[in-house]
């Protein structure tokens, strides 16, 4: 097979053709002004060693290595090698609860910053593994399909905050069912939830739920975020900070805490592992070590085709035409007259 690597340069081609008209014209102005100075045949004899032949050879020498710089630029590519690439690796969900709540700065800058920076890590890590991303509050939804799409998974990562749900409230039990649909029927690799949330669960089972997950093979792991002690929530509006907290009905300030226990038993349902996150790390990279002891499942296979450069043969023919041009004169050699090579 054959291809141009850079096409678009064989548009410089078009040079050929005019300086060939160039060439020509300047051939058949140089032959009327001789016309006029004289005779042709007397013109000729008062210069014995000027040669036409040899420009028009020396032209055609530097017009031919002009042609072979175009293709050469152009990256011409010869044959093509079939190549099989397996990707093996896991495939992780991760749930990240963007509840009210998870603004409490009992961790700095705040829960949910401190999780999403901790994400934007693990995706540093990831190589071959696929990774998506739940949001979830009183709902939960997709932010990000399981892809390996690292790029665009931490740029979507960085526009979520606590408003992009239009319902509040925490349902880990919702956001472990739309995990176990995120990974698609009938997929035998090896899967991973991961729920990143300060536990304060008030819609659902979410141990249920957890339960169901581990039986269709999906190993759901915990990371509570938080501090047990517990914090006010900070009340934001428009995207800034309010000098005050959020209250319940009675006026009271709310402290949100971390609820161990229940993180812990959704881990034991889910077969998995529950990580306690604290002010000096959120616990992903202990998570990361327990993903990497999963087996590496076959994600998928691509065949692609290896083409070879071959641009350095027309360099390399540059270079032999312009030194040939350049020993070549413009006029007879007087040792070499005898020779009518280029009569």
């Known amino acids: 097979m054959f291809r141009f690597g850079n096409i ?3 548009y410089f081609l078009i040079l050929v053709p005019i300086f060939i008209g160039i060439f020509l014209l300047f051939a058949y102005l140089r032959k009327a002004a001789l016309i006029k100075f004289g005779e042709p045949g007397i013109v000729s004899q008062l ?13 055609v020498l530097l017009l031919l290595a002009l042609t072979a710089v175009i293709v050469g630029i152009s990256r011409p590519q010869f044959g093509s090698r079939l190549h099989e690439i397996k990707r093996k690796g896991v495939q992780i969900v991760i ?7 998870m603004l409490a700065e009992d961790i700095q800058p705040n829960r949910l910053e401190r999780a999403k920076q901790a994400i934007a890590k693990l995706v540093d890590r990831l190589v071959n593994d696929r990774i998506g991303l739940i949001v979830f509050a009183g709902d939960a939804y ?11 998974a931490k740029m979507f990562l960085q526009a979520i905050n606590a408003d992009i749900v239009p319902k509040q409230g ?4 919702s956001a472990i069912h739309l995990g176990m649909k995120s990974f ?5 690799t090896s899967k991973a939830l991961i729920v990143i949330t300060d536990g304060e669960n008030h819609e659902d089972d979410a141990v249920t739920a957890a339960q169901e997950a581990a039986e269709q093979g999906l190993t759901v792991h915990t990371i ?3 501090l047990p002690q517990g914090a006010p929530v900070p009340v934001y509006s428009g995207g800034t900070r309010q000098d005050s907290f959020l209250k319940d009905k009675d006026g009271n300030t709310v402290i949100t805490k971390l609820n161990d226990k229940m993180l812990k038993e959704i881990a034991a349902a889910g077969k998995g592992v529950y990580i306690r996150s604290n002010e000096v790390r959120l616990g992903l ?7 990497n002891k999963m087996d590496k499942q076959e994600l998928e296979s691509k065949i692609y085709s290896d083409y070879d450069e071959r641009f350095q043969y027309f360099f390399g023919l540059v270079l032999f035409l312009l030194i040939l041009e350049f020993f070549i004169l413009n006029r007879k050699n007087r040792w070499l007259s005898k020779i009518k090579l280029f009569s």
Request: glycine share 12%; net charge negative; no cysteine.
């Open 8 to 10: 678009l340069y064989l």
């Open 47 to 59: 210069h014995p060693e000027r040669s036409p032949g040899r420009q028009v050879f020396k032209f």
């Open 95 to 101: 749930a990240l609860d963007v509840s009210n709540s």
């Open 142 to 152: 997709v932010q990000i399909p399981v892809t390996t799409d690292y790029v665009s």
């Open 170 to 173: 925490t349902a880990i039990g």
């Open 184 to 188: 698609g029927p009938g997929d035998e």
């Open 224 to 226: 509570g975020v938080g």
């Open 285 to 291: 990279d202990e998570l990361f070590d327990e993903i």
